[in-house]
Every structure is written in C-alpha cells, then in structure tokens.
C-alpha cells in the first residue's frame, strides 16, 4: 500500500485547510486511514482516522470539533479539513493507515505511512 499526501501549506491562525492522502495498491487489505502529526522538538501524535466503510471516526482531543475527517471511497482517498487553525497545529502532517481490525490510534497500530505534508500555521 502506497500512500500520497498533499495539501499542507502556510496559513494564518483561524483560517483553513484541507489535506488529501489517496491510496493505492493493496487497498483492500486497509482497515482505516487517518493522520498523526509531528511538531518540532515533540513526538508524533494522532489526530484522527475513519474506518474504511467511513462510518466511524475518532479525533484527538486537541482537534475535536475543528477538524473534519472524511473519505471517498470510489477514489480510494481521506481528507482533513482543518479548521479554526492555531499556532499549536503546525507540524508535519502523515497520513497512516491500519491493517488490523482496530483503527490506528497509536503508532504500533499503523501499518503504512505516507510522506509527511507541512502546515504551518502563523500568528
């Protein structure tokens, strides 16, 4: 399984933006897709993934109710709406996806990586 981010990009605080990872290859063998984050000097983090029918989601608790993840699963692709941003979201963002039967809400669970997308949100 191959995944592709896009979407970062530089924004000021309270604006939006919204992050793509398409999959491809293998993707039957995918349970859910998400993202974790990376700030400097800090580990990686989850910030939220929806299983693969797009029926169940799950956010980090620093990120309900300003971002959105959603998919579509006729172009084997997640989003993440981001809004509201803050200076605390900047990071390097990387789109994950899980193999097993449980989302991937922390690192050992996460069975592919993409390549990491930077957000940079300014005050």
């Known amino acids: 399984v191959q995944l592709q981010a896009s979407g970062g990009g530089l924004v000021q605080a309270g604006g939006s933006l919204r992050l793509s990872c398409a999959a491809s290859g293998r993707t039957f063998s995918i349970y859910g897709m998400g993202w974790f984050r990376q700030a400097p000097g800090k580990e990686r983090e989850f910030v939220a993934v929806?299983?693969?029918?797009?029926?169940?989601?799950i956010y980090a608790d620093s990120v309900k109710g300003r971002f959105t993840i959603s998919r579509d699963s006729a172009k084997n692709t997640v989003y993440l709406q981001m809004n509201s941003l803050k200076p605390e979201d900047t990071a390097v963002y990387y789109c994950t996806a899980g193999r097993t039967g449980s989302p991937p809400t922390t690192a050992s669970l996460v069975a592919y990586w993409g390549q990491g997308t930077q957000v940079t949100v300014s005050s």
């Open positions: 929806i299983n693969w029918s797009g029926s169940s989601t």
